[in-house]
């Protein structure tokens, strides 16, 4: 068992994941990806216990075997039965929560709330529930726990009741629904949540719309009357930045672009663009803009590359299958439409491969970032960060981190193909002096704060709540 811990961190992913091997034993399948890749740097060295769900089988024998330990720190997970953690995680976390805070609902069709929802609705309670008893067990008295993402909403209230004396902050990494998203769900779940919130310490934020749209939904009556007292919490906006030691060291082993890939762009400009493939990352306008640009500016036709680096995501959800196939089908029409014997005007290209992205960073003349809503984003930093070349970031306004690189970047509305079109065609156009003056202000912007500074804001945060 796990010794008692002055500091646990919560999140729904481990740093580890794993898959069944021979003889049914776990086998490790690869780093946990997104936020627990980048959790993990900050949390090693602190005796910090790490807090994370058993996400398959073969992940709740690898904790079991203490396989999930990684840089000294103890990991422990949370094993739910495999229905009531796909509804948890599938139903409620992702097909729900997500959509809500990334307005994503394709209103009139859906969300339809129905009996079934009623069904996973309680599988999140009792997901939040599990991860609550755990907590108490493992933290000391007045125990620091850094609890992150919408997985956990209505721990706050939980561990208010069972272990007061805790110091807890909430840290949300998409954008937060405003009023008339959280209206969508159900209103016990809309009360819960925001009553579940309510009881953290303090919640933190990337942006200060989405801290904004938190605040304001406990100052709407209908909202917050099921809500207990209605009373918002502490909320704080920490922007997360990069690892500038771990890129650094990334870049310096880097052998370079896949040989594959550089003979397909040659000597032409590199538009780039690194996703999970997620609804929300907008990849399939993205490509539209791209089209568009080739019809309207055909001088940039054979001179530039569009290269898509995607990293499969939540395939469990029908959505996220079909959104992939758009992809791929957008991608096959346009370059059946432009494409010629030496020339392939989009390479889209999924795998599960950082080195292969860090490489295409360092290189790219565009980085195209164009979520339709996003808490960070940190594509958009760290792109910037590694690329030799005075790359340009074309940004979109609704991602969280175009509040500090507005300056540097070229922003867009992610809904408006023709403007994302036009601010291709500027960044492919600008001069060399340009293009380097924006490139040295853009790495200002993103060095400005790092992930140790994200992290100390919180652990400060922590340490002046009153317990
Ligand atoms: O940024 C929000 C987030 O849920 C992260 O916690 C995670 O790294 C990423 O999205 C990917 O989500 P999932 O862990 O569900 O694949």
């Not at 840089?71 to 229905?83: F, I, K, Q």
């Amino acid at each position: 068992m796990a010794t008692v811990a002055d500091l646990i961190v919560v999140s729904n992913r481990g740093p580890l994941s794993f898959q069944l091997g021979d003889e049914g034993r776990a086998q490790l399948a690869g780093s946990g990806g997104g936020l627990a890749t980048t959790l993990q740097p900050l949390v090693a060295g602190r005796d910090a216990t790490w807090i994370a769900s058993s996400m398959s089988e073969a992940d709740h024998l690898a904790a079991s075997d203490g396989l999930m330990n990684v840089d000294g720190m103890t990991v422990v997970t949370v094993r739910l039965d495999a229905d009531t953690y796909r509804m948890a995680y599938d139903v409620v976390s992702n097909a729900t929560l997500w959509y809500c805070h990334h307005h994503l609902f394709d209103l009139p069709r859906r969300p339809r709330f129905d009996v079934h929802f009623v069904d996973a609705w309680d599988a999140y309670v009792s997901m939040n529930e599990s991860f609550a008893d755990e907590i108490a067990r493992l933290a000391s008295q007045g125990a620091t726990v850094l609890v992150q993402d919408y997985h956990f909403a209505l721990l706050g209230k939980l561990l208010e009741a069972s272990r007061p004396d805790l110091r807890t902050v909430h840290f949300t990494h998409t954008p937060f629904g405003d009023p008339s998203a959280l209206r969508v769900l159900p209103a016990n779940c809309a009360s819960e949540l925001l009553e579940g919130m309510a009881g953290f310490g303090a919640c933190g934020f990337h942006a200060p719309r989405w801290k904004a749209a938190f605040d304001a939904c406990y100052h709407e009556d209908d909202l917050t009357a099921l809500a207990g007292s209605g009373v918002a919490p502490y909320s704080f906006v920490a922007p997360l930045g990069p690892d500038p030691v771990a890129l650094e060291n990334e870049a310096a082993e880097s052998t370079g672009i896949d040989p594959a890939l550089e003979r397909v762009v040659g000597e032409r400009m590199l538009i780039l663009r690194v996703d999970r493939i997620e609804l929300s990352k907008n990849i399939i306008r993205g490509l539209f803009a791209f089209e568009e640009l080739l019809d309207e500016k055909p001088e940039w036709r054979d001179r530039v590359v569009m290269v898509a680096l995607a990293y499969p995501s939540r395939e469990s959800l029908a959505d996220y299958l079909a959104y992939r196939s758009e992809v791929e089908h957008t991608v096959e029409r346009i370059n059946d439409r432009f494409g010629t014997d030496s020339w392939t005007p989009i390479v889209f290209n999924v795998a599960d491969d950082r080195s292969r992205s860090v490489a295409a960073y360092m290189e790219y003349d565009v980085l195209l970032v164009n979520p339709v809503r996003d808490g960070l984003n940190l594509v958009a930093k760290e792109g910037p960060f590694l690329n030799r070349n005075d790359g340009s970031l074309v940004l979109s306004r609704e991602a969280g981190a175009f509040d500090e690189l507005k300056s540097g970047a070229f922003g867009i509305n992610p809904f408006d193909v023709t403007e994302t079109a036009a601010a291709l065609h500027g960044a492919l156009g600008l001069d060399r002096d340009e293009r380097a003056e924006r490139a040295r202000t853009l790495k200002k912007l993103v060095v400005a704060r790092t992930a140790s500074d994200w992290m100390e804001d919180q652990l400060r945060i922590a340490g002046s709540l009153e317990r």
